[in-house]
């Protein structure tokens, strides 16, 4: 079975990372399968690809044009048994080329779309946005199956007439359970005390991720301490690179709170800096599952997340952590406040983040990768 994977642009985040792992193990597996990406050139593949210079995430009529029909050059020299696309730009182009490809070539090609997300709150201006939300609604008929991340994900989708519930299948983006600590000691990495609570968060530094709002909720936090006689701080340690790196900086500066702040920039050792975490926090404006609050909770981290989209599946407010209201840094400062003070508060929720992300299905853990590679696995091989 041959199988024509499409996305947009291979940034450093979950979707990108997942879908590398996942065309290596199909081609281990036996399958047929050839990449097709656009953005940023990034290093060569083990497994057969091609790279759209003029595939981008921006709207530009002449490049999305020329994608189209390079996309549709691929299908014919190829000759795929299945397409499937994964984030909004290229699940547009893809699923209209492999329409046309389907129509020319006379072929029962499926057409399989992953969006990792919606784009229906949090990214764009309004009308942008319901632009977005009538293609998304239009090509769902050309679109065989879709694929959510979360219950989460495919019911917002839903309310939004995208599809037919039998189209629907929600995959989790795996995780690998049984990654090894180093063993390095963080802490004397970033010189943190060791008496020191560390609350943290791992993203791309977008402005979807929110963190803006968590390093403005510092101040929020500094003024509560101060109110409740507290003369202890906690050291954020944020985890990250990108466009708003040196805003996000430049908050902090101007907060006064910049010593309150740790910028690890990028890291690949993600687990253990996540392992020195006390508390983990996702302040996304948009986030169709959050493969870093699964993680957190692997290693027995209280959540405090933004109640939208995926991340509702992942936290129970008031069990496991706390939801808060996106873009509301006096919330998050409350919730942190919450957790920063009592220990034992900390290790219940901790304990209850563990036993929900260990619970299984299929054999496997739930959002292990295993279980997601069998899960796709089946979707290909019933297409």
């Known amino acids: ?53 003029e595939l981008k995430r921006e709207i530009g009529v002449l490049d999305d044009i020329k994608a189209f029909l390079k996309i549709i050059k691929i299908l014919f020299r190829e000759k795929p048994d299945v397409i499937n696309t994964h984030t909004s730009k290229a699940g547009i182009i893809g699923r209209w080329a492999g329409f046309f490809y389907k129509l020319l070539a ?81 802490r004397e990495e970033f010189k943190i005390p060791k008496e020191k609570i560390v609350v943290g968060s791992v993203a791309r530094l977008e402005p979807i991720k929110g963190i803006d709002y968590l390093i403005r909720s510092v101040k929020y936090l500094n003024e509560i301490l101060k ?29 006064k709170v910049k010593e309150h702040i740790i910028f690890a920039g990028y ?9 020195v975490m006390d508390i983990y926090v996702q302040p996304s404006l948009n986030e169709g599952m959050g493969r870093t609050v699964v993680m957190a909770e692997i290693l027995s981290k209280p959540i405090i997340a933004s109640s939208v989209c995926g991340l509702k599946d992942l936290i129970t407010d008031a069990y496991n952590g706390y939801l808060v209201e996106p873009k509301n840094s006096l919330e998050l400062a409350m919730k942190i406040y919450e957790l920063f003070k009592n220990e034992d508060l900390r290790k219940n929720m901790g304990q209850k983040s563990f036993e929900l992300v260990n619970r299984e299905e299929n054999g496997f853990k739930y959002y292990s990768f295993e279980r997601e590679y069998l899960l796709y696995k089946k979707l290909y091989m019933g297409a």
């Open 1 to 53: 079975m041959k199988i024509v994977q499409i996305i947009t642009r291979l940034n450093f985040g979950g979707s990108s990372e997942n879908l590398i792992d996942l065309c290596r193990k199909l081609k281990e597996d036996g399958f047929d399968v050839i990449l097709v990406y656009g953005g940023d050139k990034v290093k060569q593949f083990d497994f057969k690809y091609y790279y759209l210079k």
């Open 106 to 186: 006379n072929k029962n090609t499926k057409i399989i779309h992953v969006p990792h997300g919606h784009i229906f709150y949090g990214y764009f201006s309004k009308p942008k946005t319901y632009f977005f939300i009538i293609l998304e609604f239009l090509t769902s008929f050309i679109t065989d199956f879709l694929v959510a991340l979360t219950e989460n994900e495919k019911m917002e989708t839903l309310k939004y007439g995208i599809g037919k519930e039998k189209k629907w299948h929600i995959i989790p983006s795996g995780v690998d359970y049984f990654q090894k600590l180093s063993g390095k000691d963080i």
């Open 267 to 275: 890291r690949e050792d993600v687990y253990d800096l996540i392992n």
């Open 227 to 255: 109110i409740k006689n507290i003369k202890d701080f906690p050291i954020f340690l944020i985890v990250g690179d990108g466009s708003q790196k040196d805003y996000l900086k430049k908050i902090a500066d101007e907060d």
